[in-house]
């Protein structure tokens, strides 16, 4: 343990192996929420702790009078190592607490996309690293709501989990500010969709209510209905619903659904997710 310690901090080591899987796990790969600007921007900041090592990265720690009390705190009881910053995307209420933090909490890398401010390593699509001993990192390049946007996929033995930022978020995606409907459809319907379909989604913002007003306007299936119960009784959806949930209840993720193509008058899946965007943004 002492080795792998000085093997990744202070830079967290890029590898393209696989997390090795122990059978006698018995501690998990722990994602602590810290919701920022609620009833605002209702953001969320991610907390993600290698439980063996305590080895912990910060993602998108925006508002630090928000979230540095959390690491404080958890730095002091012994829960947490802090070891990186994370950012999904530039834009400021994701990566605008990067310098307060480092200022606060010492030198960290800074890993995001090239826009994010103080980044000190950008990993490439498909590249790998790891949080202490167990988590296994692959970053996933997502263009469209900003060009340097990075959805995280972790795994940690049959755990996974996916930081999604504003590229997708629970029944919905994000605007496309820098990019197109071609950008969207691919990070949502190629690299995320082909996640497994168990993985957990942490998205960026809990937008949940107001994208289900969207799905049920333009669907209203039995798995749109579900979400939409859930989220009148949970102020809360993060880490809820998983991959496969979404290609269920998130019409972004249906535009091969004829029901949907009928809706928007468009069969070509890219004119399906543009014509959804407008509609949505209409809304
Ligand atoms: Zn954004």
């Given at each position: 343990?002492?080795?792998?310690?000085?093997?990744?901090?202070?830079s967290?080591?890029?590898?393209?192996?696989?997390?090795?899987?122990t059978?006698?796990?018995t501690?998990?790969?722990?994602?602590?929420?810290?919701?920022?600007?609620?009833?605002?921007?209702?953001?969320?900041?991610?907390?993600?702790?290698?439980?063996?090592?305590?080895?912990?990265?910060?993602?998108?720690?925006?508002?630090?009078?928000?979230?540095?009390?959390?690491?404080?705190?958890?730095?002091?009881?012994?829960?947490?190592?802090?070891t990186?910053?994370?950012n999904?995307?530039?834009?400021?209420?994701?990566?605008g607490?990067?310098?307060?933090?480092?200022?606060?909490?010492?030198?960290?890398?800074?890993?995001?996309?090239k826009?994010?401010?103080?980044?000190t390593?950008?990993?490439?699509?498909g590249?790998?690293?790891?949080?202490?001993?167990?988590?296994?990192?692959?970053?996933?390049?997502?263009?469209?709501?900003?060009?340097?946007?990075?959805?995280?996929?972790?795994?940690?033995?049959?755990?996974?989990?996916?930081?999604?930022?504003?590229?997708?978020?629970?029944?919905?995606?994000?605007?496309?500010?820098?990019?197109?409907?071609?950008?969207?459809?691919?990070?949502?319907?190629?690299?995320?969709?082909?996640?497994?379909?168990?993985?957990?989604?942490?998205?960026?913002?809990?937008?949940?209510?107001?994208n289900?007003?969207?799905?049920?306007?333009?669907?209203?299936?039995?798995?749109i209905?579900?979400?939409?119960?859930?989220?009148?009784?949970?102020p809360?959806?993060?880490?809820?619903?998983?991959?496969?949930?979404?290609?269920?209840?998130?019409?972004?993720?249906?535009?091969?659904?004829p029901?949907?193509?009928?809706?928007t008058?468009?069969?070509?899946?890219?004119?399906?997710?543009?014509?959804?965007?407008?509609?949505?943004?209409?809304?």
């Open positions: 343990m002492t080795l792998t310690r000085t093997l990744i901090r202070p967290i080591r890029f590898c393209q192996s696989r997390a090795q899987k059978p006698q796990q501690r998990k790969m722990h994602v602590h929420s810290i919701p920022m600007w609620t009833g605002k921007g209702n953001n969320y900041a991610y907390l993600v702790t290698d439980e063996p090592t305590k080895h912990s990265v910060i993602i998108d720690p925006a508002n630090p009078p928000e979230v540095a009390p959390v690491l404080k705190s958890q730095i002091k009881n012994g829960t947490i190592d802090l990186a910053i994370v999904t995307h530039h834009h400021w209420d994701h990566a607490g990067n310098n307060e933090i480092l200022k606060q909490f010492g030198k960290l890398p800074v890993i995001g996309g826009d994010s401010a103080s980044v390593t950008t990993p490439k699509h590249e790998t690293f790891k949080i202490g001993e167990r988590i296994t990192v692959k970053a996933l390049h997502t263009p469209c709501h900003t060009q340097d946007s990075i959805c995280y996929f972790m795994e940690d033995g049959d755990q996974r989990v996916v930081f999604t930022g504003d590229t997708l978020f629970i029944g919905g995606c994000g605007r496309f500010f820098e990019g197109n409907a071609q950008e969207m459809h691919k990070a949502l319907n190629e690299t995320l969709a082909a996640l497994p379909d168990d993985t957990k989604v942490y998205p960026g913002h809990e937008y949940t209510k107001g289900v007003k969207f799905c049920m306007a333009v669907s209203e299936s039995e798995p209905k579900k979400l939409q119960t859930f989220a009148a009784q949970n809360q959806t993060q880490g809820k619903f998983t991959i496969g949930d979404e290609k269920l209840h998130n019409v972004f993720m249906r535009v091969n659904d029901e949907i193509q009928k809706k008058g468009k069969t070509n899946p890219v004119d399906v997710m543009a014509a959804l965007r407008e509609m949505k943004n209409a809304m």
